[in-house]
């Protein structure tokens, strides 16, 4: 029998061109979606990623041959102490989009804090929060600026990460009566989600640095009688239109890009470590000291890496009303 030949499509997708460096190691929400509710609610956290497991669960999807059935389901734990709230924003709307129109912050600043920031000398806060109370009808919205606690973590930092979380829900009066109470408190994972629902995770993939055409986009490897080079591209296109285009596979930077990957639900939140640490603890990372959430799944970056969570911009339509019923988490050490 002859050799057959295999038709396989380029690995690589052209749906995040370009392929250039994060700008940040902190992934950056570029979309809040529109939650209505009668209370106030923050539609995001962020914890440190810490490593994968597996549990055995049974499962709840309607419709599944498995259904009622126990099942193996890789996931994800994520160390997620609780965030500092710092600072309040408050944004109007003009045909130009949003424009950030004052801010509060709180009394004492954390000591850690002015290891990412250089803290304001006038920051008055009672100014601040009269300024907002009197041009209410002019703001559009909410957010709040928190700093992450990696001292908390198994993380070998002291600088926090410092990001904006928006404030969704009921009426603007009320939304502005909610970020009162909590500046200057700290706001825990269980205060924002809860088990079973879905979240969208932002995140900054693994560097794999400057790499070429087949390792970057899957493109076949010449034969061995191929003019310079096997591990390159045969063409770089045609004659016309007279220029390389944008869909030619070319070498370069290869990870350290920001993802978003949708729809990611929330298996377990924990207070107690150690039971979703395994023995030995996780490889690069250690034992969870903190909060965690067992998050179904994989998820982008390597260990040690800031995550980003947000309330579900495309939730599905039939979501389980109970949590999942975890029957195990596997403890099996990671070392070999």
Not at 36 to 50: I, M, N, R, V
Request: glycine share 8%; net charge positive.
């Amino acid at each position: 029998m002859g050799h057959r030949k295999r038709h396989a499509p380029k690995r690589g997708s052209l749906a995040f061109l370009p392929r250039g460096r994060a700008s940040h190691r902190v992934g950056r929400v570029r979309f809040w979606p529109e939650i209505e509710g009668e209370t106030p609610t923050l539609q995001g956290f962020a914890g440190y990623k810490a490593g994968m497991t597996h549990v055995f669960m049974i499962n709840d999807t309607s419709g599944s041959s498995d259904f009622g059935k126990e099942v193996a389901r890789p996931a994800t734990v994520v160390e997620v102490p609780p965030i500092i709230v710092w600072a309040i924003r408050a944004y109007m709307r003009d045909s130009y989009g949003l424009h950030s129109f004052t801010e509060a912050w709180m009394k004492e600043l954390p000591k850690d804090l002015e290891r990412a920031l250089t803290p304001a000398k006038n920051q008055d806060r009672k100014q601040a929060l009269k300024k907002v109370e009197k041009n209410l009808d002019k703001i559009a919205e909410f957010r709040i600026l928190v700093a992450t606690q990696p001292r908390l973590a198994s993380v070998p930092k002291k600088k926090p990460d410092l990001m904006e979380i928006k404030v969704a829900g009921a009426t603007i009066q009320e939304q502005f009566e909610y970020v009162k109470e909590l500046l200057g408190k700290t706001v825990s994972a269980t205060d924002i989600f809860k088990e079973g629902q879905y979240i969208d995770v932002i995140s900054i993939t693994k560097g794999k640095g400057f790499q070429g055409p087949v390792k970057r986009w899957g493109v076949r490897i010449l034969s061995h009688k191929a003019r310079k080079t096997k591990r390159g591209i045969a063409t770089l296109g045609p004659w016309h239109p007279a220029r390389v285009q944008y869909s030619i596979p070319r070498a370069g930077q290869m990870g350290y890009h920001q993802r978003t990957e949708y729809n990611k639900r929330i298996l377990k939140i924990g207070s107690d470590g150690s039971q979703v640490t395994p023995k030995g603890g996780f490889l690069r990372y250690g034992q969870i000291n903190e909060s965690y959430m067992l998050i179904d799944g994989s998820l982008p970056g390597p260990t040690k890496r800031l995550i980003r969570l947000r309330s579900a911009a495309r939730s599905p339509k039939i979501v389980p009303e109970e949590p999942p019923n975890i029957v195990s988490i596997s403890l099996e050490s990671h070392q070999r």
